[in-house]
């Protein structure tokens, strides 16, 4: 009788196993080991998923055959072991490769990345010139550089302009630091569109300094508060999404500011970083993973608990389109959902129009390389008519000259991404954004942007796309 317990048990376990999935290949290891003589050869590793775990089920070591007599001279030795070498380590590649193949045909891979947009050697001198005529036309017309971009997407002068709202990097979270955080790269901080940028990039100052206040007090780790990025921002690292969005919180709350109504947040994800080629999964804790669907699912709670995250920067990889349709629907009246790394690539942009854009509320455009004005005058145009929000971005090596304000200005960017408020080549754009402001100002052709407050009547009263509203 004691054992109708373990057998009852142990038929359930046989019934239920005929409906778990059969074992399938996850993963081929290569690696370089020793053969009977002492020689460099390779070893294949095979691990299987198992009733939902990875298990390691079995390898072999390859044989290898000599053709070099004993009694060869030693520069023929050595040529044939320097030969062997480079076949084994071959060997190792390709078995990586194999191992893509064969996980894809199991039906459990991912889509693998998009291979970079080509750079013609020298394509630099393309963009320098491109920017630097046009320019010249704004100096020989007497004009601001903003007036004269506006004048050739528009073909006429605008009576008023509306400026972009800057999103200032106030953290660049590393993702190989210690901590355990890798699922953030930039924290921004976006003002409310009452304010105006002077106002605003203050309040921002005010949150920094107690931010660093904060972080530098007595108990806290150096590791904390390590150095300025080259984003112009202070660089640290957290082991939760909830202890930095504290911290943030906190530093808001001491100076008398509420997040969600006198700031607001946008996250820079860089999804594409996050990605473990290997498991197939976003891996966004040390040792945590997350697939495609889990990370929309993730997303959606995320924003549900903090609903003061109004944008999220290439949350996926923009071969996640499946992905990235589901996060729109699901977020698209809560959050601005933008592509910088996963954005079509501008040559495929330009030359079909009618692309199939991975679903997003915008897209972060840089004047890099080859892009010429003409380029961003297109793309814009073709966003605009898409009802795509234009967000112009700084590249991560920028340069002192602020003429990606003007253009981002004219060619009526909704957002502009800019870095932190340290560093030359960083603060002297916000200083020429100051500036047009108070030029436009003067002049009586600043127009007061009413698009943040309408995507927040979207978001309080639940409409389905802040898009469908002119």
Not at 114 to 124: I, K, M, N
Not at 377 to 403: A, K, M, N
Request: charged share 25%.
């Amino acid at each position: 009788v004691s054992f109708v317990p373990i057998l009852s048990l142990s038929f359930k376990a046989n019934y239920f196993s005929k409906f778990s999935k059969a074992p399938v290949i996850c993963k081929l290891v290569g690696r370089k080991v020793l053969d009977g003589v002492g020689e460099p050869t390779l070893e294949v590793e095979i691990y299987c998923t198992v009733k939902n775990y990875e298990k390691r089920i079995c390898s072999t070591v390859m044989a290898t055959h000599s053709q070099i007599p004993e009694n060869a001279l030693p520069e023929t030795i050595e040529a044939d072991e320097e030969e062997r070498n480079d076949s084994v380590h071959t060997a190792v590649e390709w078995v990586f490769h194999i191992m893509k193949i064969i996980v894809s045909l199991e039906g459990n891979s991912i889509p693998p990345a998009e291979p970079a947009e080509a750079v013609l050697c020298g394509s630099l001198a393309i963009g320098g010139t491109s920017l630097a005529i046009a320019k010249a036309g704004a100096t020989i017309s007497c004009v601001p550089l903003y007036l004269h971009t506006a004048l050739l997407k528009h073909k006429e002068s605008p009576k008023e302009i509306t400026l972009p709202l800057p999103m200032i990097t106030v953290l660049n979270c590393e993702k190989n630091s210690p901590t355990k955080l890798k699922l953030i790269k930039e924290v921004m901080l976006i003002p409310p569109v009452e304010l105006s940028l002077q106002q605003g990039i203050e309040r921002v100052q005010e949150i920094q300094k107690e931010m660093t206040r904060k972080m530098e007090s007595p108990g806290k780790t150096p590791s904390s508060l390590k150095r300025i990025s080259h984003l112009g921002c202070l660089i640290t690292g957290h082991d939760s999404l909830e202890q930095l969005l504290l911290q943030i919180q906190t530093a808001c709350n001491n100076i008398g500011l509420e997040l969600g109504t006198d700031m607001y947040l946008a996250i820079n994800c860089a999804a594409h970083e996050l990605m473990d080629y290997g498991k197939g999964k976003y891996e966004i804790l040390t040792g945590t993973f997350k697939s495609p669907d889990e990370m929309v699912a993730m997303y959606v709670e995320m924003i549900n608990n903090f609903p003061f995250i109004i944008a999220l920067i290439d949350p996926l990889r923009k071969e996640d389109r499946e992905q990235w349709s589901s996060i729109c629907r699901a977020l698209g009246s809560k959050c601005f959902l933008i592509a910088e790394d996963a954005a079509t690539q501008i040559s495929k942009l330009k030359t079909d129009q009618h692309i199939n854009i991975a679903m997003c509320s915008g897209v972060v455009l840089k004047y890099i390389n080859q892009t010429t004005v003409s380029d961003l005058i297109e793309l814009t145009g073709i966003l605009d008519g898409q009802r795509h929000i234009s967000i112009l971005g700084s590249p991560d090596r920028e340069s002192s000259d602020e003429s990606l304000v003007d253009l981002a200005v004219g060619l009526g960017a909704r957002f502009l991404k800019l870095g932190g408020l340290s560093r030359g080549e960083r603060v002297a754009k916000y200083n020429r954004l100051l500036a047009i402001e108070e030029e436009l100002a003067t002049n009586g052709a600043l127009r007061t942007s009413f698009f943040l407050t309408l995507f927040s009547a979207c978001h309080e009263y639940g409409h389905k796309d802040w898009r469908e509203n002119d």
